[in-house]
């Protein structure tokens, strides 16, 4: 499986960024696609998941409200529109894949997402 990050970088408060991965290496059918984060000295984080078959989506609980995760099933693409960033929303964000919540049996290099106060 192969996922690749684009779309992070430099954003005042309040404004908005729009993640995509691109993934590949197998169907993704029964399987679900999510986004982490790691600010740094802190632990990995769970951000927010996908289904494949149904887009059943699930949010921590920081971001609910702000952020949305989407799929393109043609485009074997997920996306994470991000709004209202704030500074502690700054980290390094991972796109991954798994057969089961949370999905992280494959990960991408990950993109920085910096938010300016």
């Known amino acids: 499986v192969q996922l690749v990050e684009s779309g992070g970088g430099l954003v005042q408060a309040g404004g908005s960024l729009r993640l995509s991965c691109a993934a590949s290496?197998?169907?993704?059918?029964?399987?679900?696609l999510g986004w982490f984060r790691q600010a740094p000295g802190k632990e990995r984080e769970f951000v927010a998941s996908?289904?494949?078959?149904?887009?059943?989506?699930r949010y921590d609980d920081a971001v609910k409200g702000r952020f949305t995760i989407s799929r393109d099933r043609a485009k074997n693409t997920v996306s994470l529109q991000m709004n209202n960033l704030k500074p502690e929303d700054t980290a390094v964000y991972y796109c991954?894949?798994?057969?089961?919540?949370?999905?992280?049996?494959?990960w991408g290099q990950g993109t920085q997402v910096t938010v300016s106060s």
């Open positions: 290496g197998r169907t993704f059918t029964n399987w679900m």
């Open positions: 991954t894949a798994g057969s089961q919540w949370p999905p992280r049996n494959h």
């Open positions: 996908i289904t494949w078959n149904l887009g059943t989506t």
